[in-house]
């Protein structure tokens, strides 16, 4: 079984587009996260998500948007999509906030915008 | 600010050629430092946490150690399927995005046999 699963595994689409990435886990786990991984590979995060208190990292455009529909879920919807915005996006989850749990993360999304 | 720098960024290592690498951090109050593997196009895999100075995790051929300023992986007789990328990241108190992790970019390890 999957522990974190996201679709689409690639998303190619045009400037100016709204699109959304699903996120689910399985783990039962409390807190969510986004990450965005650039060209150079570096991993950043975007986004934490713990019982409907979301965190947002100050530098992420207000074109993202978290949508946490349920504990399991966390979905990342981006309007007018910017060059930019190509990168692998990954979703993770753990334990919970209290302590230093380990995070789990997804197989990613490879978003290019054309 | 937080920050966490690993090197080398590329180590090319042939098979059984014990090495080790590092992971500098500077953090206001560590909670944990964390790390994965990545295998190219896949979402990185946990290996270990450490949590306080002087400890010590192993796995296989890894151990990963921690110091007050940073952490070593150490890779004993390497063999080709420990080729991948290894990702050192913390979790800092008080940082914004609650228990959010503090990535470095990463060293790239190839073992040729």
């Known amino acids: 079984d999957t522990a974190v699963s996201q679709t689409p595994k690639y998303l190619v689409t045009q400037m100016g587009n709204d699109k959304s990435i699903k996120c689910e886990q399985n783990l039962g786990h409390d807190t969510m996260y986004w990450y965005k991984q650039d060209s150079k590979k570096f991993l950043k995060i975007m986004f934490s998500?713990?019982?409907?208190?979301?965190?947002i990292n100050e530098t992420v455009p207000n074109r993202f948007s978290p949508k946490s529909p349920d504990k399991a879920h966390l979905n990342l919807h981006i309007n007018s999509l910017e060059l930019g915005d190509s990168a692998v996006y990954f979703c993770a989850s753990s334990q919970g906030t209290s302590g230093n749990y380990e995070q789990f993360f997804g197989p990613g999304t490879r978003l290019t915008v054309l | 600010e937080d920050q966490v720098t690993q090197s080398p960024e590329a180590l090319r290592l042939q098979e059984g050629e014990s090495s080790s690498l590092n992971c500098s951090y500077t953090v206001s109050g560590l909670r944990g430092l964390f790390w994965y593997r990545q295998d190219p196009g896949k979402g990185p895999e946990f290996l270990f946490t450490?949590?306080?100075a002087g400890e010590e995790k192993e796995k296989e051929r890894l151990k990963a150690t921690l110091t007050k300023k940073e952490s070593f992986l150490h890779i004993t007789a390497p063999k080709p399927e420990d080729s991948a990328t290894y990702l050192c990241a913390v979790q800092a108190w008080g940082v914004q995005a609650g228990t959010a992790l503090i990535f470095g970019k990463g060293t790239t390890l190839s073992v040729s046999s």
């Open positions: 998500y713990n019982n409907k208190e979301l965190i």
């Open positions: 450490l949590y306080s």
